[in-house]
């Protein structure tokens, strides 16, 4: 296929994506330091000393608990920063918004195969203006490639499901691969499993339908494990590559998942306005969290699925190739939220770690509306609200640039409506602006200290997102009433000391993120 031949609205998408890497590519390096991320390079530097070592130095696992992850991410963001002139923390956020970009770009392809090129561009458009989802993309290094991971999995499942029984080997191969890989990330990305056991199960059920014998559905089986079989040697190397600890015992895959379904994390949470045990959630947890931080556009589309799923409830009958796809994207999407209602596990920081939902949802929106398009008498009652939306969520993103990710929609009353209510900064990625902040302004009041001597500061919240960009003459230190200053995420667990005096404040849309608190004596000030 030749560029003439791309429609005009495939070209469209594409230069969305185009858009979106540019804009990533300008300003990556601004972003903060999210709290996981100094362990995170840690890790992928003593994976890198394991292959160096040819395989003697095993430190990587020992290393608090990062041997229950992969390092799908860390090892790559290792590499890459040893390839860059800049910082390992700013080139972690360039690989990051890569894989965001290719979670962009399979979300679309995922919502084309369903509905179309126009479904494909709406889908572009809910996802890459989406300030949640753009801001993780900067910074998460866990939930956004397991995103990324999943979505390039049911593309993959979607396009071997048209030449069924058959699986050409290409693909059965490119998916384990994706697969390993995602697994590497994160072993809960197993789920993607799904994406390939219900369609086929689905296109087995309309075999059976249309009146094939019970030998013709055997051979049917027997052709599809035969065809997926080279998909299981290539997971197994790609995981061996990325995550060697997973193989390096028997059932270590296995601890680490059971691991995870019961993550032993005792802090708590904010949520509603009451802090709440990690351990002690509501069913209610997860559902609302998506609904306050997800933008208005892929709620509205959400709703208007669910309406025209129930109107048209018979089709789903038919299982034709398009209601597979459409089942395999709800069961997908439905299951981890069902999941966290019936089990409750241990969650925290929000909804990052149902982030992946999220392009899921984004498709089946993508295609709710333009089912609306094709159908309803007058387009602009499409067009209009969607385009005031979307141009709405534009301006988010410009109002929040650097902190996207904690953006809440206008039920919760935006980001500042959120405040104290739910978590915003968890991620202290504020601290960097809090710190350069403080800086211009002992600067600027002529108080930077002389050669040789220190500015005290404390910080509450990762460390490394602060003292990253600290000048020689400030100092961290581990007691706050040792502190000249204190710099803090704006939360619940970070006070203001009695006497102190606030002098800077990183603020978006109203809200305070993160504050620096003056702790020096009057004579001082």
Same mark, same amino acid.
């Given at each position: ?229 080279? @998909? #299981? ?12 600890? +997973? =193989? %390096?015992? /028997?059932?270590? *895959? $296995? ?110 929106? @993508? #295609? ?12 602009? +009652? =499409? %067009?209009? /609200?969607?385009? *005031? $939306? ?133 004579? $001082?000030?």
């Amino acid at each position: 296929m030749t560029f003439k031949d791309v429609s005009g609205v495939d070209r469209a998408s594409a230069l969305v994506w185009a858009s979106v890497l540019l804009v990533a590519l300008l300003t990556f390096r601004r972003y903060g330091i999210a709290w996981d991320e100094q362990g995170e390079n840690v890790y992928g530097d003593l994976l890198l000393r394991f292959y160096a070592s040819g395989f003697s130095d095993r430190a990587a696992f020992e290393f608090v608990n990062f041997r229950y992850y992969g390092g799908g991410f860390e090892l790559l963001a290792a590499l890459l920063s040893r390839a860059l002139p800049w910082t390992a923390y700013e080139a972690r956020h360039l690989l990051s918004v890569l894989i965001g970009l290719a979670a962009l770009i399979a979300t679309s392809r995922v919502a084309h195969k369903l509905g179309g090129a126009r479904a494909g561009l709406i889908a572009t458009l809910l996802l890459a203006l989406n300030p949640c989802w753009y801001g993780h993309t900067f910074i998460n290094a866990r939930d956004v490639p397991m995103a990324a991971g999943i979505m390039s999995c049911l593309w993959l499942s979607l396009s071997m499901l048209d030449a069924l029984p058959h699986v050409r080997t290409p693909h059965a191969i490119a998916y384990g691969a994706v697969l390993g890989w995602t697994i590497s990330v994160r072993v809960g990305a197993v789920i993607a499993l799904a994406f390939l056991c219900v369609p086929i199960a689905l296109w087995l059920a309309r075999r059976m339908r249309s009146g094939a014998a019970l030998r013709e559905l055997t051979m049917d089986v027997l052709h599809i494990a035969r065809s997926l079989a080279p @998909a #299981l040697p290539a997971a197994l190397v790609v995981i061996a590559l990325f995550w060697p600890w +997973a =193989v %390096l015992g /028997p059932g270590h *895959a $296995l601890e680490a998942f059971r691991m995870f379904s019961r993550f032993p994390y005792d802090g708590t949470v904010l949520f509603d306005g009451v802090v709440l045990p990690a351990t002690a959630l509501p069913a209610s947890y997860v559902p609302v969290y998506l609904a306050v931080t997800q933008p208005e556009a892929l709620l509205a589309g959400v709703a208007l699925a669910v309406a025209l799923a129930a109107r048209s409830a018979r089709r789903w009958l038919a299982l034709d190739g398009r209601v597979i796809g459409v089942a395999a994207v709800v069961c997908s999407a439905l299951a981890p939220i069902a999941y966290f209602i019936a089990a409750r596990p241990v969650a925290y920081n929000s909804m990052r770690h149902f982030l992946f939902v999220v392009p899921l949802a984004t498709v089946l929106a @993508a #295609l709710a509306f333009d089912y609306a398009l094709e159908r309803w008498p007058s387009r602009a +009652a =499409v %067009l209009v /609200p969607l385009g *005031a $939306l979307l141009a709405l969520h534009a301006s988010d993103l410009v109002r929040l640039h650097e902190n996207q990710y904690l953006f809440f929609n206008r039920l919760a009353g935006g980001v500042s409506g959120a405040q104290g209510r739910f978590e915003l900064d968890y991620w202290g990625t504020s601290l960097r602006e809090a710190t350069e902040r403080l800086v211009a302004h002992v600067e600027r009041r002529g108080e930077r200290p002389p050669p040789g001597a220190k500015l005290k500061v404390h910080v509450c919240g990762n460390n490394y997102s602060a003292s990253e960009y600290f000048p020689r003459w400030l100092e961290l230190v581990d007691r706050r009433e040792d502190a000249d200053f204190h710099i803090a995420i704006a939360t619940y667990y970070c006070k203001h000391q009695p006497g102190s005096r606030t002098i800077v404040r990183a603020e978006r849309a109203g809200a305070t993120l993160s504050f620096v608190d003056d702790q020096r004596s009057r004579q $001082l000030r």
